[in-house]
């Protein structure tokens, strides 16, 4: 049963992924064909909440690796390549969006860099999620293929397909983010891409049939409601987005693409459940023991309310319409206040480096502690000993940092830099 929560955490991982850092990859695409003075507008949009949108890749990751090691083993050396180029476009899209952000005015160089570097890991996505569904060549659990496996007609479809949805995304948050784009224009680019979206859901379902070497069993009741429904919550989802598009409130087409990115992903879950690589490696086969898949669920599900609070916390704090920042200048030295004599404020360094030392040492040791404990190998703490151990050491570390901000010691550098 535990190997099911592991897939549940997989699916919601990647439903995140794809929902946040996909708007993010459409921004940074529209960004190419945007004006210049546009172009550093929607990488500060950006900016607010990539970092996190990306976190939900990472948890992908682990919890694939740690949750369904034999889906992990076939699916990574088949797609070496395009994965290796998502992860260095990755890092030159950051690299580019946060120095074009420092930089302090409009700078083409790395602007262009965002744009192309998105458009790069956006592709590759598509390869990797085309090669997932024409299935790895696999015997006994390991893949069979050759390094160039994952190029075929169908995943460079499905490639098509992924930046066309991201560059629907991508418009939809512009909507609602930015007062840039007039209601005419919003409507013809939304409703545009919504179209080409469309035309690209029905040419890869009508040839997914003939690209999978899965056997679907559209027959069996159960499966079939829950595909056909989660069709009809595509539709639907549509409709609003079409609607949407140049009306108020400027949030509801985005919303609308987020729920239909969503129902595709349900949609194909349905299809190939409990199949996770093509044409026949089931969740059962893939997953872990029965220790790890324990871990993994404690391990990854308590990490993931920290995700979403900071993705909720950033959401909440860049909320409503984009302005630039106004920059209040500097005053002449002549006009500047005499800065107050500090006051001086007692170091607590020794006994922080002492409190920190001991809480690493703590982490170290739940660590250590729920590798025997998992593993079945210990039996002096539980696995409710070894959290409650690793969230001690955790709220200690956090209380005693707000009680030095409290009492000021964080600002004594500052205060020493002003008064020199």
């Known amino acids: 049963m535990l190997e099911y929560v592991g897939y549940a955490l997989v699916l919601f991982s990647l439903g995140m992924y794809v929902v946040l850092d996909g708007y993010d990859l459409g921004v940074g695409m529209l960004?190419?064909?945007?004006?210049?003075?546009?172009?550093?507008?929607?990488?500060?949009?950006?900016?607010?909440?990539?970092?996190?949108?990306?976190?939900?890749?990472?948890?992908?990751?682990?919890?694939?690796?740690?949750?369904?090691?034999?889906?992990?083993?076939?699916?990574?050396?088949?797609?070496y390549l395009p994965l290796i180029v998502m992860l260095v476009s990755v890092i030159l899209r950051g690299l580019g969006l946060e120095m074009q952000s420092a930089a302090g005015a409009y700078r083409r160089g790395w602007a262009l860099l965002f744009g192309w570097a998105s458009l790069a890991a956006t592709?590759?996505?598509?390869?990797?999620?085309?090669?997932?569904?024409?299935?790895?060549?696999q015997?006994?659990?390991?893949?069979?293929?050759?390094?160039?496996?994952?190029f075929s007609l169908y995943s460079g479809l499905c490639a098509l397909g992924l930046v066309v949805v991201y560059l629907l995304a991508g418009a939809a948050w512009l909507q609602d983010k930015t007062e840039g784009w007039s209601r005419p224009e919003v409507r013809r680019t939304g409703r545009s891409l919504l179209t080409v979206t469309a035309l690209m859901a029905l040419v890869l379902g009508l040839l997914l049939r003939s690209a999978d070497p899965q056997q679907f069993h559209l027959g069996q009741p159960v499966r079939t409601v829950l595909f056909w429904l989660a069709v009809a919550v595509v539709v639907g989802a549509a409709a609003v987005a079409w609607y949407g598009f140049g009306r108020g409130p400027d949030w509801r087409p985005f919303a609308a693409v987020a729920t239909m990115t969503v129902g595709g992903l349900l949609g194909l879950v349905a299809l190939s459940m409990p199949v996770v690589v093509p044409p026949g490696l089931t969740v059962h086969q893939a997953a872990s023991p029965h220790s790890s898949q324990l871990f993994l669920v404690l391990g990854?599900?308590?990490?993931?309310?920290?995700?979403?609070?900071?993705?909720?916390?950033?959401?909440?704090?860049?909320?409503?319409?984009?302005?630039?920042?106004?920059?209040?200048?500097?005053?002449?030295?002549?006009?500047r206040a005499r800065p107050l004599p500090a006051t001086p404020v007692?170091?607590?360094?020794?006994?922080?480096?002492?409190?920190?030392?001991?809480?690493?040492?703590?982490?170290?040791?739940?660590?250590?502690?729920?590798?025997?404990?998992?593993?079945?190998?210990?039996?002096l703490i539980?696995?409710?000993?070894?959290?409650?151990?690793?969230?001690?050491?955790?709220?200690?570390?956090?209380?005693?940092?707000?009680?030095?901000?409290?009492?000021?010691?964080?600002?004594?550098?500052?205060?020493a830099e002003t008064t020199s």
Do not use: H
Not at 123 to 137: D, F, K
């Open 123 to 137: 592709v590759c996505q598509g390869l990797v999620l085309g090669a997932l569904l024409t299935g790895p060549q």
């Open 31 to 79: 960004s190419l064909a945007a004006k210049p003075e546009r172009r550093r507008e929607y990488g500060e949009i950006v900016a607010t909440a990539w970092d996190a949108n990306e976190s939900w890749l990472i948890l992908v990751g682990v919890v694939l690796w740690a949750g369904l090691p034999g889906a992990y083993s076939v699916v990574l050396p088949s797609v």
């Open 346 to 379: 007692p170091s607590s360094a020794p006994w922080t480096i002492v409190r920190r030392v001991l809480l690493v040492v703590l982490g170290i040791l739940a660590t250590a502690l729920s590798q025997d404990v998992f593993g079945g190998a210990s039996d």
């Open 300 to 335: 990854v599900g308590l990490c993931m309310p920290f995700v979403l609070a900071y993705n909720i916390y950033a959401w909440r704090s860049f909320r409503g319409k984009y302005t630039d920042p106004v920059e209040n200048p500097v005053p002449p030295l002549s006009t």
């Open 382 to 415: 539980g696995p409710i000993g070894v959290t409650l151990l690793g969230c001690t050491a955790l709220a200690a570390w956090v209380i005693g940092d707000r009680r030095d901000r409290r009492a000021g010691y964080f600002d004594a550098d500052a205060e």
């Open 139 to 150: 015997r006994n659990g390991t893949f069979q293929g050759g390094a160039l496996d994952w």
